[in-house]
């Protein structure tokens, strides 16, 4: 099996679905989805959309290779062999619009709009939302990281304890889309241009006599990037003490020790300790780094304690974005093609959150013109023209919705980009570079209350009226069925 044959990367209702579509002859009909999340992970303010370019490269190469075709023959006798054809010319043909990655976005508003053949719109819904949702969660955990330790160093260490190899190195280019600056992953580094670092691990002390000497061979082996692990014995007793000599042997050649590292015990006291050792060594140029299950909370936290920390290593629990593993990122049919036209559908539900929003819609972020910050995201038909043209709008709140006002000087940046027109890509990926500097502008467009790490202000993400009264409309209808039975 190639693995990289994602075709069958799907949940077979998928291809159930596709078959019944195809064995009625309505495989060919239009449909719209949306992809997007509910409810933002970690009790942050915003996300951080990532997952694109991995969408992109997954549409691309999409086909059914005779291997697969020949193992869904065999799971299910209901397939005619004419489908397992219709399957051997698949291709993808749509349209597909997407956020771009970087780009901070809020929950209930459409990330991927997918407009295409029935048939090919429901294989893709796992494949996309697997892609989108863990990566956009772990771009989200770094960026909380990040947030609490502007100004630091960051290194993504994740892989050994990350939910297997694809989540090791997407994880380590999501945390480096949200700022941090390097990944202890080297095929990370190879596959996406990400700078890549390393110290050594406490075998490397034991294998040794003596920490002395272990320090020593490893300073002359790597003399120009070298960090010592000072933890294997005891800290400030031996390994500050003999990265201090080691140090000092290295300044006699003519090279500078990069830094020391602490992985155990109270990294706020040991940082403050071994920098005032450092210091008085003469050797301020120094840096401290620190590892040992590391999150947000915990920086935050030795940084209120006066940590004396230049770099973070973070992992576990960011590579498994552990107090929140998963992002609940879904993907529903927004209209479907009818007599020609589209009309909108919705999904009703008894929990008023889960009633999704109907029509072939697209998103703006309204920037005011004079303070340059985002007001509010709008949701509007892609038919509705004022908000293009700068028209004044209503932005009011969705539920309350006599909170409202009145918005002119905007501008309104809409942020579903094409990606694919009629199967054609049309979008040329960014570098990750650019990627991760847009992520960094995009900061910028919103006041610090919707970005803080702890009880941040929500973000409006605001229906045009046209959606919010086409919305009332199909839910009376529904209810009108129902009071009818
Ligand atoms: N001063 C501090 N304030 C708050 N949290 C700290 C402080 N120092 C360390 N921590 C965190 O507390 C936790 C300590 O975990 P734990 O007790 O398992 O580590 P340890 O015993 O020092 O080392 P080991 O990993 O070898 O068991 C880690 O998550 C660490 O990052
Ligand atoms: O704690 P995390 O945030 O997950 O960061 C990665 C951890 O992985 C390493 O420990 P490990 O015990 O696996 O190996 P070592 O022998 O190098 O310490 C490293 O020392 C960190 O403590
Ligand atoms: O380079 C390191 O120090 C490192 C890398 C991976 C995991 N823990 C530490």
Redesign the pocket.
């Known amino acids: 099996m190639n693995v990289h044959d994602l075709a069958l990367h799907t949940d077979k209702y998928q291809i159930n679905m596709m078959y019944a579509h195809w064995f009625h002859g309505t495989e060919n009909q239009k449909s719209i989805f949306e992809a997007f999340f509910r409810k933002l992970p970690f009790k942050n303010g915003y996300a951080v959309f990532a997952g694109l370019e991995r969408i992109v490269e997954y549409l691309k190469h999409l086909h059914f290779s005779e291997e697969s075709i020949a193992y869904l023959a065999e799971q299910e006798e209901n397939y005619d062999p004419k489908f397992l054809d219709a399957l051997r010319n698949f291709r993808f043909t749509g349209d597909l619009y997407s956020v771009e990655e970087g780009t901070i976005v809020f929950p209930n508003e459409p990330l991927v709009r997918v407009e295409a053949r029935i048939f090919e719109a429901q294989l893709i819904e796992t494949a996309l939302l697997n892609f989108m949702n863990y990566q956009t969660l772990i771009a989200t955990k770094a960026a909380r990281i990040k947030q609490v330790a502007p100004n630091d160093g960051l ?1 993504e ?4 304890r990350a939910q297997e190899a694809d989540a090791a190195v997407w994880g380590a280019r999501a945390s480096y889309v949200a700022g941090f600056h390097a990944t ?1 992953n080297v095929r990370a580094g190879m596959l996406f241009g990400i700078p890549t ?5 406490h075998a490397w002390v034991q294998d040794h006599d003596t920490e002395e000497e272990a320090f020593e061979k490893f300073a002359e082996a790597l003399p120009d990037t070298v ?1 010592l ?1 000072v933890d294997t014995y005891d800290t400030l007793k031996s390994g500050v003490p003999h990265a201090i000599k080691v140090a000092k042997h290295m300044e006699q050649r003519g090279k500078r020790m990069g830094s020391i ?1 602490l ?1 155990s015990g109270d990294l706020a006291y040991l940082s403050k300790q071994a920098r005032q050792m450092l210091d008085d060594a003469g050797l301020n140029y120094v840096g401290i ?1 620190a ?1 040992n299950d590391l999150d947000e909370h915990t920086i935050l936290h030795l940084k209120s304690e006066g940590a004396k920390i230049n770099t973070w ?1 973070v ?1 576990t629990q960011l590579i498994t974005a552990a107090d929140q593993p998963s992002l609940g990122g879904v993907y529903k049919l927004v209209a479907r093609e009818k007599d020609g036209g589209y009309v909108p559908t919705i999904k009703i539900s008894g929990n008023p959150e889960k009633i999704t929003t109907p029509g072939f819609k697209t998103v703006y972020r309204i920037v005011n013109k004079q303070t340059g910050k985002a007001e509010a995201d709008y949701i509007a038909l892609v038919s509705e023209t004022d908000v293009r043209e700068g028209g004044r709008i209503k932005l009011f709140d969705p539920v309350h919705t006599y909170i409202h006002k009145f918005v002119t000087e905007y501008e309104a940046q809409e942020l579903l980009k094409p990606i694919f027109v009629a199967g054609e890509q049309v979008y040329e990926l960014p570098s990750l570079q650019e990627i991760r500097k847009h992520h960094e502008e995009q900061k910028n467009l919103f006041w610090p209350e919707y970005l803080r790490v702890l009880n941040p202000e929500i973000y409006p993400v605001d229906l045009s009226q046209k959606v919010w009264d086409m919305k009332m409309r199909l839910i009376h209808e529904h209810h009108g069925a129902d009071d009818k039975k």
Do not use: I, N, P, Y
């Open positions: 290194l260490f994740g892989t050994r202890s670092k390393g110290t050594h691990a960090t692990l590292r992985d780094v590892s290593g992992g």
